[in-house]
Nanobody, 129 residues
C-alpha cells in the first residue's frame, strides 16, 4: 500500500519558519516528481512547489518564491518543504503528492493537481499575525 505522510506543520508566528516533511512508503518514489499543494479555508487547493524526480528542476508558486526551498532525499524516500518568513496567508493544510515522471514533465503539468497519482493526508500550518 502506497502512503505519503506529511509532518512538520503547526502553529507559528508571522515571520517564522517551518520545515514540512513528506515520507513515502509502499514504493520508491525516485522516479516520481513530488509536489506540494495547499488548501486554505474556503479556497481551492493550489500548487506551492515541485521538485523533479532527479532534483534537477524545481518550481515554486509566486506566492512562496524567494522564501521557500524544496528538496528530496532519495535514500529516505522523502521530500521536504522549508518555508521562511511565513505570513498569515500561508495558513492552510499542506499536501504532498507524487506523479510518475514519464507521465508528467514541465511546470504546466506539475501545477496541475489532477496529474498526480498519490496524495498524502495533509498537515496543518497556521500562521498567527
Amino acid at each position: 500500500q502506497v502512503q505519503l505522510v506529511e509532518s512538520g506543520g503547526g502553529l507559528v508566528q508571522a515571520g517564522g519558519s517551518l520545515r514540512l516533511s513528506c515520507a513515502a512508503s509502499g514504493r520508491t518514489f525516485s522516479s516520481y516528481t513530488m509536489g506540494w499543494f495547499r488548501q486554505a479555508p474556503g479556497k481551492e487547493r493550489e500548487f506551492v512547489a515541485a521538485i523533479s524526480w532527479s532534483g534537477g528542476r524545481i518550481y515554486f508558486a509566486d506566492s512562496v518564491k524567494g522564501r521557500s526551498t524544496i528538496s528530496r532525499d532519495i535514500a529516505k524516500n522523502s521530500v521536504y518543504l522549508q518555508m521562511n518568513s511565513l505570513k498569515p496567508e500561508d495558513t492552510a493544510v499542506y499536501y504532498c503528492a507524487g506523479v510518475n515522471r514519464y507521465r508528467c514533465s514541465g511546470i504546466g503539468c506539475y501545477e496541475s493537481q489532477g496529474q498526480y497519482d498519490y496524495w498524502g493526508q495533509g498537515t496543518q500550518v497556521t500562521v498567527s499575525s
